[in-house]
């Protein structure tokens, strides 16, 4: 399969961008001011004109405006990738999501959702034909593998104690992630270290909780690339989000082999399996607290069901998996 990616904005000297090139995919960009700006159409039909693809694939709702306005035009199947359940929003963001629903509804051969459970909210908020629309969930690539000396060298990297437990939370630091809700709940959590990686315009409440809590109870990594590196120095992956369609974060838990306790919302159950990790509700900081206690407290515990996480990772979550059913979606559409 030939792959092109396509930018709506800028590239600039972003990361991402590079590493794409370095795998051999073609990267371009529509050099947008916005993400809304009117110019994106006539730019994209350009590029369609030149790489002539057999499918063109869009994520998120202002690709999919875009590449909805194209699609029709030029003839080519056009599938969509919801990522985000959109339930909270109202005023100008409930009508761009609107727009982005009408527009993939016209135009989409088929719409992809990440999770059942984001597939059933969908359908639910809007008339779309269910055999339209399936649920391809997102894999990670296995992660290296990692020894007792790179456990040791991350945990003195970030100044954490070899001998500690440690809960670690990754993701971005914003509304409805529930850091506020693992910060209160760490309050109750005697003996365990909790890792918090990421950034975000939640920040300044993060640093807030966790300045108000026992020395070293908290950790904060900020922004990292080195996901799997922190979960081999971990002993357990916090998710309480108060929603949430389908984490990545806890897809790395179960590659990395370590168990999860996480908020029974959105598609997370679709993740964490029995076995795998402890499901709490979501904004329970109590109930969030005796969970983690009772896998800190247990280390045979963590390791069946980390055990148990790594088999259902190569059996549903691996990348490769994830691809070739996308493949063969798109096969499926261009034959």
Not at 184 to 191: E, K, L, N
Request: charged letters at 25%.
């Amino acid at each position: 399969m030939e792959m092109s990616v396509v930018s709506m904005m800028p590239l600039g000297a972003l990361r991402y961008p590079q590493r794409l090139r370095e795998a051999g995919v073609d990267v371009r960009s529509l050099e947008l001011r916005a993400w809304w700006d009117p110019r994106g159409p006539r730019r994209l039909s350009g590029l369609i004109a030149d790489l002539v693809p057999d499918v063109l694939h869009s994520h998120l709702k202002h690709a999919d405006v875009v590449a909805g306005r194209v699609a029709v035009g030029v003839g080519v199947p056009h599938v969509s990738t919801l990522h985000v359940v959109e339930d909270q929003v109202v005023g100008l963001a409930a009508r761009k999501r609107n727009l982005a629903a009408r527009s993939r509804m016209r135009s989409a051969a088929v719409t992809i959702a990440v999770s059942d459970a984001l597939r059933a909210w969908y359908l639910a908020t809007f008339p779309e034909w269910p055999d339209r629309v399936v649920t391809i969930r997102n894999g990670v690539p296995a992660p290296p593998v990692f020894d007792e000396t790179d456990r040791t060298a991350v945990r003195a990297e970030l100044g954490i104690p070899p001998e500690a437990v440690v809960a670690t939370m990754v993701g971005v630091v914003r509304p409805g992630k529930g850091h506020d809700v693992l910060l209160r709940a760490a309050a109750h959590v005697d003996g365990v270290v909790f890792l918090i990686a990421g950034d975000g315009p939640e920040m300044a409440t993060v640093r807030r909780l966790a300045a108000a809590l026992p020395p070293g109870r908290v950790v904060l990594a900020g922004f990292r690339e080195d996901v799997s590196r922190l979960l081999a120095a971990s002993d357990l992956v916090v998710q309480p989000s108060r929603f949430d369609a389908l984490p990545t974060t806890l897809i790395h838990a179960l590659a990395a082999g370590i168990p999860a306790v996480a908020s029974q919302v959105g598609g997370i159950p679709e993740i964490v399996a029995p076995g795998t990790g402890l499901l709490v509700p979501p904004g329970d900081p109590d109930r969030l607290a005796a969970a983690v206690r009772s896998l800190a407290g247990d280390a045979d515990a963590r390791r069946w069901m980390g055990k148990a996480a790594r088999e259902r990772f190569d059996q549903e979550f691996d990348g490769a998996r994830w691809a070739g059913r996308l493949v063969a979606l798109y096969r499926s559409l261009s034959d």
